[in-house]
């Protein structure tokens, strides 16, 4: 099994930025692709950003696309989401996750249980 702890998350205002961090722990970290998700009030969680095992391939969703960076540290076991130019609409809960591909969507891996998340709140 995993274990994923998020953190990093805050208030910050429109423009601005925060890094978010993801420690991973059980399941040897560096054989896995990971994720960032988020989920907004009244929505349903969507896929933010995902990085291949080695780190050597990423995807991001269109709303981010440019604004956000999907890093990740196998000797550590930590996957990092780095947020420039925040708009209120990224306000949401971030939650990290093991990542599986199917049919071209990528969704949450069928191993490891969704983490506690951390907030992001964008003000305008």
């Known amino acids: 099994q995993v274990q994923l702890v998020e953190s990093g998350g805050g208030l910050v205002q429109a423009g601005g930025s925060l890094t978010l961090s993801c420690a991973a722990s059980?399941?040897?970290?560096?054989?896995?692709?990971m994720g960032w998700f988020r989920q907004a009030p009244g929505k349903e969680r969507e896929t933010v950003a995902a990085?291949?095992?080695?780190?050597?391939?990423?995807h991001y969703a269109d709303s981010v696309k440019g604004r956000f960076t999907i890093s990740r540290d196998n000797a550590d076991n930590t996957v990092y989401l780095h947020m420039n130019r925040l708009k209120p609409e990224d306000t949401a809960i971030y939650y990290c996750a093991p990542i599986k591909v199917v049919a071209g969507t990528i969704g949450k891996a069928d191993f490891g249980s969704w983490g506690q998340g951390t907030q992001v709140t964008v003000s305008s």
């Open positions: 990085i291949s095992w080695s780190g050597g391939s990423t």
């Open positions: 059980g399941r040897t970290f560096s054989s896995y692709a």
